[in-house]
């Protein structure tokens, strides 16, 4: 089943050794009657020179570790499934999203506010990097804001046209950067724009401490929970005011 206008669900994933990640998922969504499209064909496994050399800069091996750069790699092939199976509007995912209330809900009044938007844009869903909208900029009834920036790239909306402008300006200006990183550069030089939805609709797990990542070093860890809970009390409903 489609989420209204979302046409796909893709998970950046890893072919093996999270396979408690996808059990989970399959689950969630099957209960959400959802259906998920897990992307490995980046798994590092499967590296060429050939295959990188496509995407990525030349060095792009000392730049980035084979986790990090495969992440980043599966989010790429994520766009070419976009375009290839004409997705008006799709999620991407990486593989720990945690859900902040009622997700199908929360997606369907960012998409009725996202048909307004021009066309060619990134939606950020998450709260990884803590940061919001101004307070000040906040309105009753309004869900998203433009930035600057993206949120990390563990969730986010993106329309046709962004996975097209993306591709297109692959083919000149390869990709040296982590998919978060590489999210930024696009939005500075203006192939996609960024909003953020707010309130966030996802966490990621590997941030909030309850799961690891493909990527992160950073394992399952009640400690970091509650460093996590204090910092999101903090910047939610602390900082902006004093900013």
Not at 65 to 83: A, D, K, M, Q
Not at 125 to 142: G, S
Not at 182 to 190: C, Q
Request: with cysteine; charged share 25%; net charge positive.
């Amino acid at each position: 089943m489609a989420l209204g206008k979302i046409e796909g669900i893709y998970i950046v994933h890893a072919k093996k050794g999270y396979e408690i990640h996808e059990e989970r998922l399959i689950k969630i969504f099957k209960d959400l009657e959802l259906n998920i499209e897990f992307v490995t064909d980046g798994d590092p496994s499967l590296f060429s020179d050939e295959l990188l050399e496509k995407y990525f800069c030349s060095d792009i091996r000392s730049k980035l570790s084979p986790g990090i750069l495969s992440c980043t790699l599966n989010h790429i092939f994520c766009y070419e499934r976009i375009v290839k199976n004409k997705n008006r509007y799709a999620v991407v995912f990486e593989n720990d999203p945690f859900f902040l209330g009622d997700f199908k809900d929360m997606v369907q009044k960012i998409l009725s506010e996202a048909e307004e938007l021009d066309k060619g844009f990134l939606i950020s869903l998450e709260n990884t990097t803590l940061e919001f909208p101004p307070y000040k900029a906040l309105k009753r009834n309004q869900l998203l804001y433009p930035a600057n920036k993206g949120r990390c790239a563990g969730a986010y909306i993106i329309d046709l046209k962004a996975a097209q402008d993306i591709l297109d300006n692959l083919k000149l200006n390869k990709c040296c950067q982590v998919i978060d990183w590489w999210h930024n550069t696009l939005i500075d030089e203006s192939v996609v724009k960024m909003y953020w939805a707010h309130p966030p609709v996802v966490e990621q797990g590997s941030h909030n401490g309850m799961m690891s990542s493909t990527i992160s070093s950073k394992k399952k860890n009640q400690i970091r929970r509650l460093r996590w809970l204090f910092q999101k009390f903090y910047k939610t409903n602390i900082y902006p005011r004093i900013k």
